[in-house]
Every structure is written in C-alpha cells, then in structure tokens.
C-alpha cells in the first residue's frame, strides 16, 4: 500500500514539473514575442498623444498575465481547482488594467 502512494506521488509531481515547465516556456515564448511592441511603444518619442487601446490592450495583457502567474504560484495547490476564477480574475485584471493605461496615459 505504501508503494501505491508513493507511485501516485511521483506521478502527481512528475505532472506538476511538467507543467510548470511548459508555463516558463510560454511566459518566455511570450516576453519574446513582446519585445518588437515594447520596443516600439519605447521608441515612441512624443507622448502627448498618449497611448492607443491596441497599444494599451498589449501592454495590460502582459501585465495582467504576469499578475496572474504570481497568484497562480502562490496559491500553490489551491492552483489546480481554481482555474475557472483564474480565468475570470484574468479577464477581470485585463479589462481594468486596458481602460486604465488608455484612460491615463
């Protein structure tokens, strides 16, 4: 019985490795593919036109992914059950981080 546990521990922290590892590789696939639109957004040498909603809308979903991958890490087991208010926590985040760097900036 004790080799039973032990098996389905291995196996339950064998699929949290792996997925861990594959969410540090989106996060790193996606700070790449962030990098030509921050560059732009810095290069912008006038901003008294302030920022666009497609600009705003790039920046508040790299924040608000970034947001929400530190509360997925610190809810640490709670992570796996929790994914529908993830999700809506994450479109709640984006939409209010969006009209705020549009309306602000």
Known sequence: MVGETDSKDK???RR???ALIL???VLVGAAVLMLPALGEIVSIADLNTGLGLKDAAVI???VTLVVMVVL???AGDG???EVQYMI???FTFFIFIWLMLAWIF
């Open 88 to 90: 809506g926590g994450f």
């Open 72 to 74: 997925a890490i610190a």
């Open 79 to 81: 992570l796996i059950g």
């Open 60 to 62: 508040a979903f790299f």
């Open 16 to 18: 949290i490795a792996i």
């Open 11 to 13: 196996n339950d922290s």
């Open 23 to 25: 969410l540090v590789v």
